[in-house]
């Protein structure tokens, strides 16, 4: 198959971090939005119960120190705030044990709608994405970036809307209780902002090298697992290993530099409000003992007549640690945002990546025209529809192509292909004959000229009826997880089991099919792992005869299989192109003397054509191949 000239895709991290986290919420809010609400609802009632416990602590210690000094028994008043700040946290806790069951449910409803959409665009992304962008990285969508946004969505982001609403509730208490102390703490926060500010910044650039690092890792490991044959019959083991090495250590390189700044802000912030908690200590226990409680109570002073100093220095207290408590947890988790939101923007880019169009307005059709004939099915202006019969005649009109546009890969290439013709192309790697099919199948969209269908322009027509038309045999063959069945049945889903049997056997795949240890409902994994390349070639060649697609491409359909077994499907093959156009590809000119025409194919141009007989006369390239002057390379 002819080089792509894949460059992989670039990522880097989130560009507009909150964008991504816009666009998140919008997937939990679409579908959960009552849910939503009510988690809010429930942060509300469990930040602000925390908030209402710690200023409780207050009115029962001055109740403690009353009686203490009135030396009373009377501890009715006591106990009645002890049971308030029980029955206060208790709802708090229960409200957090529900919005975290809540948003849980929500984060892994969201995830799959986002799988779901994920695997939905994969189906409609052009060839192309595939050409720039490795399986392993693109496997890492679904597992590491979706994984992070799961932490985001269950945990953090409920953590961030508890720690804004008790933020703002706890800080309107202390500014009620004391300007004096709250300033002290403003000075504080302003220090902890300034450290997160520091290196959070300097994490969220290597949290996104980080994901990219991991891909790429990811994409390697998957190349190495599928090549690990081919990796011990030309003993790469040690070559792999440095690369392995190399890849490795990027990704230790980023995750240090990102989590090491990230988790440097726990500790950090941690200690400073343990400092800040001794500050508010001594300057109020000062204030208490200079007599100027003036100083230390604001609003509540006023109301309260400037009594039980005591009791409110230890509700403030508890105050500066429920406002570090919310600042540092968020800091703690600046490492989760930052990679769900650079996984965000990764996933992002897929899902915006532009889909296939689908082509034209021509649609393939059944029976419909006339019994057991295809036919395409033309729309008019009038709302009707034109018929016209699918004969399979194929033409290349001065068609000029190349992957990239700085790279041509055919030049003016014109060729027909009448209704029941073998075209085959012959040439060397690189020449142009995988590409020729390619656009067939309009799998990429050619740069200048014109490929029609039956006399349609083939961009007038709907991709997936074209392609619907076409049975296709691939030099490298697929084989999905499913029984031998199901396998052929891929060919037409509409195909009863008689009819893949037929088919079967017309490839000669019968034979060996009912040797294995289920026959049609033997179970093939791994990309047919458990059969021979030969088997899993003859299967592939069951799938294209089942279809019973008017036209076909036969790309080195025959490559994997032995003389002798090609021998014996050779009739099948007859049988299947019976009244139909094919197009064929190989490298064994014995499988191409009978086409009609051989095109011989060199850096993209057709430098000799004609069939057999007429090649072998000009004695130019294809003499020289048949005749062993000149072998393919």
Not at 142 to 162: A, E, F, G, K, M
């Amino acid at each position: 198959m002819e080089n792509k000239n894949k460059n992989p895709q670039k990522r880097h991290g989130a560009k507009n971090p909150m964008q991504s986290l816009k666009r998140i919420l919008s997937y939990a809010f679409a579908k959960y939005k009552i849910a939503m609400v009510f988690v809010v609802i429930c942060v509300i009632f469990s930040s602000a119960a925390n908030a209402v416990g710690a200023a409780l602590l207050g009115p029962l210690v001055t109740e403690i120190e009353v009686q203490v000094k009135m030396g009373g028994t009377d501890l009715s008043r006591v106990y009645t705030y002890v049971f308030l700040i029980g029955a206060v946290y208790i709802t708090g806790a229960v409200c957090a044990f529900i919005y975290n069951r809540v948003m849980m449910y929500i984060a892994q409803g969201t995830l799959k709608r986002l799988r779901d959409e994920m695997f939905a665009k994969m189906q409609r992304l052009p060839l192309k994405y595939y050409d720039a962008n490795t399986n392993g990285d693109i496997m890492s969508l679904y597992t590491n970036d979706v994984d992070t946004l799961r932490q985001l969505l269950s945990q953090t982001i409920p953590q961030i809307i508890s720690s804004v609403i008790t933020v703002v509730a706890v800080f309107s208490l202390m500014l009620f209780y004391s300007v004096t102390l709250t300033a002290i703490i403003v000075c504080m926060l302003f220090v902890m902002f300034t450290v997160i500010r520091i290196f959070g910044g300097k994490s969220a650039k290597y949290f996104a090298k980080q994901q990219l690092s991991l891909a790429h890792l990811n994409g390697f490991v998957e190349e190495m697992t599928e090549g690990q044959k081919v990796i011990k019959v030309f003993c790469y083991e040690e070559k792999a290993k440095e690369r392995f090495k190399k890849l490795n250590d990027d990704l230790n390189e980023s995750s240090y530099k990102a989590n090491g700044n990230a988790f440097i802000l726990g500790p950090v912030n941690n200690n400073l409000g343990y400092i800040q908690y001794i500050l508010v200590a001594i300057v109020g226990v000062a204030i208490i003992f200079s007599g100027n409680t003036g100083a230390f109570l604001s609003l509540y002073g006023t109301i309260a007549g400037g009594s039980f100093a005591l009791g409110l220095l230890v509700s403030f207290l508890q105050f500066s640690r429920q406002l570090n408590m919310p600042i540092n947890q968020v800091a703690q988790q600046f490492n989760a945002i930052v990679m769900a939101l650079a996984g965000a923007e990764r996933i992002f880019e897929m899902i915006d990546e532009p889909a296939e169009d689908s082509g034209g307005e021509v649609m393939l059709s059944y029976g419909e025209y006339e019994k057991d004939k295809w036919a395409w099915k033309k729309p008019l202006l009038d709302g009707s529809f034109e018929y016209v019969p699918l004969m399979g005649d194929i033409r290349f009109n001065d068609v000029t192509f190349g992957y990239v546009p700085e790279k041509v890969i055919l030049k003016n290439i014109s060729l027909y292909a009448r209704p029941g013709q073998k075209i085959a192309f012959v040439g060397s790697t690189g020449a142009g004959k995988t590409t020729i099919t390619n656009l067939i199948n309009r799998f990429y969209d050619i740069q200048s000229g014109k490929i029609t269908y039956d006399g349609l322009d083939i961009k007038s027509i709907n991709k997936d009826d074209l392609r619907r038309s076409l049975g296709v045999v691939l030099q490298d063959t697929h084989l999905f997880t499913g029984t031998v069945m199901d396998n052929i049945r891929y060919g037409r889903l509409s195909a009863n089991d008689e009819e893949c049997i037929a088919a079967a056997k017309q490839a000669n795949a019968h034979s060996f099919i009912k040797r294995l240890p289920e026959g049609y409902n033997t179970m093939l994994t791994g990309d047919g792992a458990n059969l021979s390349q030969g088997q899993r070639q003859l299967l592939s060649i069951a799938r294209a005869m089942v279809s019973k697609c008017p036209v076909l491409i036969l790309d080195e359909a025959t490559s994997s299989i032995d003389t002798r077994t090609e021998k014996l499907i050779e009739k099948g093959m007859d049988k299947l192109m019976e009244g139909r156009t094919v197009f064929v590809i190989a490298h064994r000119l014995s499988t191409v003397r009978d086409s009609n025409a051989i095109m011989v194919l060199e850096k993209g141009e057709i430098i000799e054509r004609g069939d057999h007989e007429q090649l072998l006369e000009q004695k130019g390239k294809y003499y020289q191949l048949y005749t062993g002057a000149f072998e393919l390379d």
